[in-house]
């Protein structure tokens, strides 16, 4: 059969045959089960459930039907083995981090990532024994030159956040490969439309749903998915090893990230919250198509501005990185992009005179956004961690959001004109 595309499976999830109608309703229009525990019909039959000798639901911590109906769409759409969902990005990311490394442990991970995922290494990781070592994501040599005999996994950014930089995915999968340790790809900032961390050789995705697959800036939520390709009884820690030695070579990772990770340290996403998302990843194809096409054009417009320093945006020819953006993400390269005005000054007289966009730390909402991050998201960090980061003192990050084009470009164009020639 003809495989169905990715905008085609977040509408309906890969097909399936022979439901009972009961299911098939509750597969095609998940419904919000808001109990924290599941009743069975005899005690019997609870304790078969908690002994795992019968499949069934038993306290949302754990697993909850309508959460499971969001996991199996996500799953569906990485082509993964499975899907676990979290609360939120971060706890999505903690769970998988804790699931694979031991204290002694070390991980390589890119260095211009999300400041939550850099703090979660110092503060958490960090005091527990783990260390990191940064290495520049798109640099292979600098990746390949931080393993050393205690890494455990690689970890990057499809496209990194907020300075836009893009790894090379594959080889990167193939180092990693070499020594046999798995590779997680975060790819919030793309959402599982645009590129398939799978096919680029990722072990694990991860990603935040608050972003674009929920898409209103609703719910938060974060996702885990595991491809399928690595296999776990190679891997570290022992724990892994060994549920994969007794569940099968693959499926070491998800059972330990759910029944000895993730139920033990909470961090469980909402039925509610796992119903918003479902009905964000439905609109996700076009939603997608639509943030591309604006972003496209505004970063083109803006380019062509004097009053505009620089534009970064993974698709612009400008971009060091845009010969395998193009290649690796071949439906477009998502809403965010950056644009440096010269000073701080100037950044925040454009941020007053904008009139459109809205003014918040968020991501991949349907509508536009626009923030300073050295003075917001990045003001804790030192001056040169920030800089590295790339949160430069003139640089603004823009979410573009899915109006129409031509009112972001209107208001865009006369914010420019008014740090030029407005009242000093
Ligand atoms: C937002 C974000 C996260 C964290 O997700 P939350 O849902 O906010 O916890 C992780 N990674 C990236 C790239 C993000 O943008």
Not at 132 to 150: G, N, Q, V, Y
Not at 224 to 251: C, M, N, Q, S
């Amino acid at each position: 059969m003809r495989e169905l595309s990715a905008q085609t499976v977040a509408v309906h999830g890969a097909p399936r045959r022979n439901m009972s109608d009961q299911i098939r309703y509750a597969t095609a229009f998940p419904p919000i089960h808001q109990n924290a525990a599941f009743e069975h019909e005899t005690p019997e039959s609870l304790a078969s459930v908690f002994q795992g000798k019968q499949p069934g639901h038993i306290y949302s911590r754990i697993s909850n039907p309508t959460v499971a109906a969001f996991e199996s769409r996500i799953n569906d759409l990485e082509g993964g083995i499975g899907s676990i969902a979290f609360a939120s990005g971060m706890a999505a990311l903690t769970v998988t981090l804790l699931s694979l490394l031991d204290s002694g442990d070390e991980l390589v991970s890119g260095s211009s990532i999300f400041g939550g995922t850099a703090e979660l290494y110092e503060h958490v990781l960090g005091r527990y024994g783990v260390t990191t070592r940064f290495a520049d994501p798109t640099s292979i040599e600098d990746i390949r030159a931080s393993i050393t005999d205690k890494t455990k996994l690689i970890f990057l950014e499809a496209i990194g956040n907020p300075k836009l930089d893009v790894p090379n995915i594959t080889e990167t999968a193939n180092l990693a490969n070499e020594h046999e340790i798995p590779l997680i790809i975060d790819t919030t900032l793309l959402s599982p439309v645009l590129v398939s961390a799978k096919a680029l050789g990722a072990s694990i995705v991860v990603s935040s749903c608050t972003k674009y697959i929920s898409g209103s800036g609703r719910a938060l939520g974060g996702i885990i998915t595991d491809t399928g390709t690595f296999d776990w009884k190679r891997g570290r820690p022992r724990a892994v090893a060994e549920a994969a030695a007794t569940l099968g070579a693959h499926l070491g990772f998800l059972s330990i990230a759910r029944k000895r990770i993730a139920q033990n340290v909470g961090g469980c996403l909402s039925p509610f919250d796992a119903f918003l998302h479902l009905l964000g990843v439905e609109t996700l194809g076009v939603r997608m198509e639509r943030h591309c096409n604006n972003a496209m054009s505004l970063a083109r417009r803006l380019s062509a501005d004097k009053r505009v320093v620089h534009v970064c945006y993974p698709r612009l020819e400008s971009h060091p990185q845009h010969h395998i953006a193009f290649r690796q993400f071949t439906g477009g390269c998502g809403g965010l992009l950056t644009i440096r005005l010269g000073s701080k000054d100037r950044c925040y007289r454009f941020l007053n005179a904008l009139t459109m966009p809205k003014h918040l730390a968020n991501l991949g909402d349907t509508r536009t956004l626009v923030i300073h991050p050295a003075s917001t998201i990045y003001h804790s960090l030192p001056a040169e961690r920030r800089e590295s980061a790339g949160a430069h003192d003139d640089l603004i990050r823009i979410s573009v959001g899915i109006e129409s084009y031509e009112d972001i470009e209107a208001d865009f164009d006369q914010a420019l004109e008014e740090v030029e020639h407005g009242a000093q």
